[in-house]
């Protein structure tokens, strides 16, 4: 089972920054919060991942809370081609550890 | 850029016949894996590869079978296909380091059994 919980749905107005929530309280000390997007007919697209130090990459930032039980993925200028499902998947730090994939966030970025 | 490349986005066909779904990877990654997604079940682990010739069974291998005799290709076999496993294949890739490297995905094999 996921390890995660998220929104089912969210909407964003684009040019706006989208905040997606997750909480993943029962998250261990060795396991990374990842996060990744599935537009629709294509494959998952991994977005960023993190320990406990928050990170930021050319797609978004991810802030980690310091106690680590829940985590904020942001789109800083949302456009319509943001316009996916989000997964949050919480996964241990061997590199051949499946993702377990929880239902997401469906986020829709509005004109 | 990783680059994961499934041989066929559609494919059609028939119950009872042995089907395969190749999956081609160019980054030297040690992991793959397959997945299935459906409507409301999400993505499910069928089966995984952490070397050549080694394979696990995820969560559904049930009908399944997998081949990895070239570290760069994974193949996902259907022995006898049924209706129940049409669905959208992912196949998936990742370096076989400790924690910080992401599984990137291909774009999908949407099977459809008839």
């Known amino acids: 089972d996921a390890k995660t919980t998220q929104p089912t749905s969210m909407d964003c107005a684009e040019g706006r920054a989208a905040n997606l929530p997750c909480n993943h309280s029962?998250?261990?000390?060795?396991?990374?919060v990842y996060w990744y997007r599935q537009i629709h007919s294509q494959g998952p697209q991994y977005i960023i991942h993190g320990l406990k130090n928050n990170e930021t990459n050319e797609m978004a930032s991810l802030i980690i809370t310091e106690d680590r039980k829940s985590s904020t993925l942001i789109l800083p200028h949302a456009t319509l081609r943001d316009t996916a499902v989000y997964y949050c998947?919480?996964?241990?730090?061997?590199?051949?550890?499946?993702?377990?994939f929880g239902k997401g966030t469906r986020l829709s970025v509005i004109a | 850029d990783v680059k994961v490349t499934q041989s066929s986005r559609y494919l059609v066909k028939r119950t009872g016949e042995k089907v395969f779904l190749e999956c081609v990877q160019d980054m030297d990654h040690e992991n793959m894996f397959w997945y299935r997604q459906d409507p409301g079940l999400g993505l499910r682990l069928i089966y995984f590869s952490y070397d050549v010739k080694m394979k696990e069974k995820g969560d559904i291998p049930e009908g399944y079978s997998v081949s990895r005799e070239k570290k760069e290709r994974f193949s996902l076999i259907l022995e006898s296909a049924s209706t129940n496993q049409t669905s959208m294949y992912l196949c998936?890739?990742?370096?076989?380091?400790?924690?910080?490297?992401?599984?990137?995905f291909g774009d999908g094999t949407r099977l459809s059994i008839l």
């Open positions: 998936a890739s990742s370096p076989n380091t400790r924690g910080n490297q992401p599984q990137h």
């Open positions: 998947i919480v996964r241990g730090n061997s590199g051949n550890t499946p993702l377990v």
């Open positions: 029962t998250i261990s000390g060795n396991e990374y």
